[in-house]
């Protein structure tokens, strides 16, 4: 038997039934899923790093799952539901890619002999999303309080990936380093103001100039083409399978107690050459 997503709506109902569902579900709030909402999104992302194409086909579900048990949770309190939700993607993906749906329309053909040019492209998904937030402006929406170039990118991105959209939105209206010669420059000069903090002893300002410095980095990144959240995490890996090397290394020569910062520096380079060789 093949399910669909009718079914799985079905399911979470039955989940969620509060006569016959499950204790552990009807105990949720938008709130209580949220961690598991970050959680899976960054599986997804880990399983797509690693090409690991059926554990991708897994996660997905489960990131899917989180959408279907906040569309429940919405429609129980009369808030709004997965229907809706769909409603208002498919008008805005609509309203928003006009060189694929004319006039506005779903169903409507582009002449396929006329190719759009990606600059035109992104010029019109930017003034389309500012006419957008206009209207809500009007409408009193909470998300229209704050208004400016910078306002839709999102608080609760992850540090490195809130600066990388920070860095694009203002370069789109000439905020930019020309090259990366001039943001290498900027690297030098903010690693020296972290080193005077260090030696001043101030930990706020140390912190502030520590921020500065990862920030010039993350623009290093983005210059170069990378993403700094996935070149970082390709680090975390090799880190943890160095270390692990090392580890193994250490408890060889008589464990943790043993061990010297000089035999560890040792274990270090005898697990990246390794590495390198394999």
Aim: aromatic share 6%.
């Amino acid at each position: 038997m093949t399910f669909d997503l009718q079914d799985l709506l079905y399911c979470m109902q039955r989940l969620r039934n509060p006569q016959t569902g499950c204790p552990w579900d009807l105990r949720q709030d938008f709130a209580d899923i949220l961690p598991h909402t970050l959680e899976e999104a960054y599986e997804v992302a880990d399983a797509i790093e690693r090409q690991d194409w059926p554990h991708l086909e897994e996660e997905l579900g489960d990131l899917l799952f989180q959408v279907i048990f906040y569309g429940q949770i919405a429609s129980e309190r009369e808030l709004f539901s997965v229907n809706s939700v769909i409603d208002k993607l498919v008008a805005k993906l609509v309203r928003r890619h006009p060189h694929v749906f004319p006039g506005g329309e779903l169903s409507a053909e582009r002449d396929a002999s006329i190719k759009p040019e990606e600059a035109q492209v992104n010029a019109n998904w930017d003034a389309i999303k500012a006419e957008e937030r206009r209207l809500k402006a009007g409408q009193g929406r909470p998300e229209a309080i704050e208004t400016g170039l910078l306002a839709d990118v999102p608080v609760t991105l992850p540090a490195l990936t809130r600066g990388v959209k920070l860095q694009k939105k203002a370069a789109k209206v000439g905020f930019d380093w020309p090259d990366m010669s001039g943001v290498v420059a900027k690297i030098h000069e903010e690693l020296a103001e972290v080193e005077a903090e260090i030696a001043s002893g101030d930990q706020t300002a140390l912190e502030s100039e520590i921020g500065d410095l990862l920030f010039a980095v993350t623009n290093l990144a983005r210059h170069s083409g990378i993403d700094p959240e996935v070149a970082l995490r390709g680090t975390n890996q090799r880190f943890t399978s160095r270390f692990k090397a090392v580890e193994q290394q250490v408890e060889q020569q008589g464990g943790w107690q043993q061990a010297t910062p000089e035999s560890m520096e040792a274990a270090w380079q005898v697990a990246k050459r390794q590495e390198k060789n394999a």
